[in-house]
């Protein structure tokens, strides 16, 4: 009987309260949108990493009100007169209606725990995340914008590869954004990149693993090839697993997975240790034998004193 | 035109497009853009091993990526070429069903890419120019490529070029086939012979994604403007070589002729120039690449 009645309250709440809810598509259960929101898009009973637009990353990781776009005037010209199904521009201002973003990449500079860095954010919604003429400017002047001011350099992707509607033109994109790797890496100035669902063929294949600490988010597909390709190749299904974030570590392709509630914290301190200013303030990040009692404790109090360190009006006089 | 909600204009614009594609391509330039196709991936077109036994009689293969394995889908190694030493590094197809399948048709896996930074590197450390050919349908997309790290290869073999201090010539002598090729193409100097292809995906792919029917291939390579003359216009590459008359493949030794004399112009070319400099330079020329408009001017 209990069964019965409490089934009917959850069909009642489907229809009344939960307006944006989303159910998770690795344990089905109903989430709110307040309640994702507040868990940066995460699913709170298994883990499960949403999908987060460009826009909402950006406001994930900077602080409130330091968010200021770079190149926010580029957009794709239509150099191949490409013609499919559909004209490429017309896609091109689908893609931009319906995700209200100029491109599939942002760039801006911005502050993280007040750390000044250049931010560049890919969104999967705008054209799968393709990387064609525009991106790869971005990416350009991103790094420009680092190299001048000696700001460090993190990149968010979420990409399906080159953008055919560009031809060779998107393919070059990715020596384009290699040689901005190179000038970057002469000054030096520090390059993070964070590979989110999916990163494959041209961005994975160029900047995307050129940077000097590649951070993956949980349950990621990260592979060249796309799995559908892969599968035809070999004729077979593809191992359990295959491509994810996890199996990727294991195999020595990134460095680390880092939950997206951990992110901002974890890119200050990778980034300021990369730089060599800030001494490492938060509790080590590696693979211990045993965990220990308490570690939620010791990540909170380290996160108050790295923001003390990175506010220069809390910091000691000088000797 | 700008969709608006509501506002379902997809089976029109469909039956417009359909239209134009019947109307606006003729036949004949789509055969003609076809053969190139067919012509790059000739049967009997000369091989990257072709040119090195036509141009360097003294060649010595190096072999391994001291990591894991050698891959037959690159070779590389030391060539004696007017006086110097040149570093030479390309795919290899293989010609039989033997060697094809021993090279897996050109596409390399991680090991290929790998062997080649090694070589690149060493060719560095003594001042020895590098050239590379190119002639891939693609990296290969296996599930144990994947591990061992594509990806990170190619990038590792883009990066290796990007900051080499001696001249690179890389030239396109057949298919060259996405970011398998491109790995090998980050150059001061990017030919490329007539007949050659060179395109961000295979005509065969991107129709099989756009029109969801691979048979459009002929479509998707006209539309991807993958051959010589479309990409000397885009400025892609630097220069076309011309071919033997009815292609390279009625006649290696000339084709190798004509390769020789255009790499020994471009190396006098290169190595007149401070290496800071050329470098410098190399930077500048894929900064360029692309086209978008900026402020709506279009900027290319």
């Given at each position: 009987m209990a069964q019965k009645v409490s089934v009917d309250i959850s069909r009642r709440n489907r229809g009344e309260?939960?307006?944006g809810a989303e159910s998770c598509p690795q344990c089905s259960q109903l989430l709110t949108a307040e309640e994702l929101e507040e868990n940066?898009?995460?699913?709170?009973?298994?883990?499960h990493h949403f999908r987060v637009t460009a826009r909402e990353r950006v406001a994930q990781l900077a602080?409130?009100?330091?968010w200021s776009e770079i190149a926010a005037n580029l957009r794709s010209a239509d150099p191949l007169d490409f013609f499919d199904l559909r004209p490429y521009p017309e896609r091109v201002e689908e893609a931009e209606y319906d995700?209200?973003?100029?491109?599939?990449m942002l760039t801006g500079t911005a502050r993280i725990h007040k750390m000044e860095v250049v931010l560049a954010v890919m969104d999967f919604q705008f054209l799968g995340g393709s990387m064609g003429s525009v991106v790869g400017e971005k990416f350009w002047r991103a790094a420009e914008t680092a190299i001048e001011t000696r700001v460090p350099l993190a990149v968010v992707c979420a990409s399906g590869?080159?953008?055919?509607?560009?031809?060779i033109l998107s393919l070059l994109q990715m020596a384009k954004t290699t040689c901005a790797v190179e000038l970057m890496a002469q000054v030096p100035v520090p390059f993070v990149s964070v590979l989110t669902h999916p990163t494959t063929g041209g961005v994975l294949a160029s900047f995307a693993t050129l940077s000097d600490v590649v951070i993956a988010e949980p349950g990621a597909f990260l592979s060249f090839a796309g799995p559908r390709i892969i599968e035809q190749t070999i004729k077979e299904k593809l191992p359990e697993?295959?491509?994810?974030a996890e199996s990727n570590v294991e195999h020595g392709q990134v460095d680390m997975i880092i939950p997206r509630s951990e992110l901002k914290d974890r890119l200050v301190q990778i980034l300021g240790m990369l730089e060599g200013?800030?001494?490492?303030?938060?509790e080590p990040l590696w693979e211990e034998e045993e965990s220990r009692p308490g570690r939620r404790g010791a990540f909170a109090e380290a996160i108050g004193r790295i923001k003390s360190l990175a506010n220069p009006s809390r910091r000691p006089p000088k000797r | 035109m700008p969709t608006l909600p509501g506002v379902h204009l997809k089976d029109e614009i469909a039956k417009v497009s359909q239209r134009l594609r019947e109307l606006g391509h003729n036949r004949h330039l789509d055969k003609a853009v076809w053969g190139r196709v067919e012509l790059a991936r000739h049967p009997e077109r000369p091989y990257t091993q072709d040119y090195i036994h036509q141009m360097f009689p003294g060649f010595i293969e190096l072999r391994g990526d001291r990591c894991f394995a050698d891959d037959p889908a690159i070779v590389g190694g030391l060539a004696a070429y007017m006086g110097r030493t040149i570093m030479v590094i390309g795919h290899q197809k293989g010609r039989d069903l033997a060697a094809r399948t021993r090279r897996n048709f050109?596409?390399?896996?991680p090991e290929g890419y790998r062997k080649a930074q090694r070589l690149m590197n060493l060719a560095d450390k003594f001042g020895i120019p590098v050239l590379t050919f190119i002639d891939t349908p693609g990296a290969y997309p296996g599930v144990a490529a994947e591990e061992r790290g594509q990806a990170g290869a190619i990038s590792g073999s883009l990066l290796c070029m990007a900051r080499l201090d001696v001249p690179t010539v890389a030239v396109i002598i057949g298919e060259g086939g996405s970011g398998g090729a491109l790995a090998l193409a980050l150059a001061d100097r990017v030919l490329m012979l007539e007949n050659s292809i060179y395109s961000v995906i295979s005509p065969e792919s991107c129709a099989a994604i756009l029109?969801?029917?691979?048979?459009e291939a002929h479509l998707a390579a006209q539309t991807l403007r993958l051959t010589s003359s479309d990409l000397l216009e885009l400025q892609a590459v630097d220069a076309v070589l011309p071919e033997p008359r009815g292609g390279a493949h009625r006649d290696h030794a000339a084709a190798a002729r004509i390769v020789k004399e255009a790499l020994e112009d471009n190396l006098r070319e290169l190595e007149a120039i401070h290496p800071q400099l050329r470098k410098q330079e190399r930077f500048q020329k894929f900064r360029q690449m692309g086209v978008w408009k900026e402020n709506g001017l279009t900027l290319f």
């Open positions: 309260v939960l307006k940066y898009r995460v699913c709170r009973h298994c883990g602080d409130t009100g330091t995700t209200g973003l100029p491109e599939a590869g080159a953008r055919m509607q560009e031809g697993g295959f491509g994810l200013g800030v001494a490492c303030a938060l | 050109g596409m390399a896996r029109w969801k029917d691979a048979d």
